[in-house]
């Protein structure tokens, strides 16, 4: 059998690559790459209809005038969206823990080498600080180092993720910002409602760019071997 990284011939009896150490028979977790692939469509599917609710409410704020506009009626409006973020939040979570040992996974059979310990799939997304930039990267060497790329290709696939985790954190910061934004005045309502807006076009963006990843990985180290 053929090295995927290398191009040497593998001996059956064995699991790894003798020149470069890749792994010559991977185990099968296609089935935990769809789970986190379809997971990951209906969070993008949430955060979209949550951003096109909010813009139905924008539209009174644009006709509302200074003498008309209530703030108690604004902020009764607008908490099941707060609640909706929160549910979005809950969603991702449970999410994150299956992209986790999805993660596990092909970080553990990726031909290539990897920079980091196993261990770090799950720490760097614990320890502050690190995990604002650990996770993005491992996800990164683990797409790269699952096949052999040109330059121009790893380059798209850095974009990728920089493009997922920037949107990520970007709709974290606009949706707590949303949740505790004030409904004074009819300007502040109109900016409030905006960040919502923002905020659920990260999510959805974040949630889509996420899912190449994981499709390429998947298929790269499974159904190429096929």
């Not at 909706?84 to 939040?89: H, L, Q, T």
């Not at 310990?117 to 997304?125: N, Y």
Request: with cysteine; glycine share 8%; aromatic share 12%.
């Amino acid at each position: 059998m053929p090295c995927a990284l290398c191009g040497d011939i593998i001996p059956r009896e064995i699991a790894r690559c003798p020149h470069c150490g890749a792994w010559a028979r991977r185990r099968d977790f296609r089935a935990v790459g769809v789970a986190v692939f379809m997971l990951l469509g209906f969070n993008a599917f949430v955060a979209l209809a949550a951003g096109i609710s909010l813009l139905r409410v924008m539209a009174p704020l644009r006709t509302d005038t200074h003498d008309t506009y209530d703030p108690v009626v604004t902020a009764a409006t607008l908490k099941p969206y707060a609640d909706m973020f929160v549910i979005c939040a809950v969603l991702a979570g449970l999410t994150g823990f299956l992209y986790l040992g999805w993660l596990w996974r092909a970080h553990r059979q990726a031909p290539g080498p990897q920079s980091r310990h196993r261990a770090w799939v799950v720490f760097g997304w614990l320890c502050p600080f690190v995990n604002l930039w650990l996770p993005p990267r491992m996800v990164y060497e683990v797409w790269v180092n699952s096949g052999r790329y040109r330059t121009t290709e790893r380059q798209f696939a850095g974009l990728v993720v920089a493009g997922w985790w920037g949107c990520a954190l970007m709709a974290a910061l606009l949706a707590r910002l949303f949740t505790v934004g004030s409904l004074d005045t009819l300007s502040d309502a109109r900016f409030d409602v905006g960040l919502g807006v923002a905020a659920a076009a990260c999510l959805a963006l974040a949630a889509a760019l996420c899912m190449v990843p994981v499709y390429q990985i998947t298929r790269l180290q499974v159904l190429s071997d096929r």
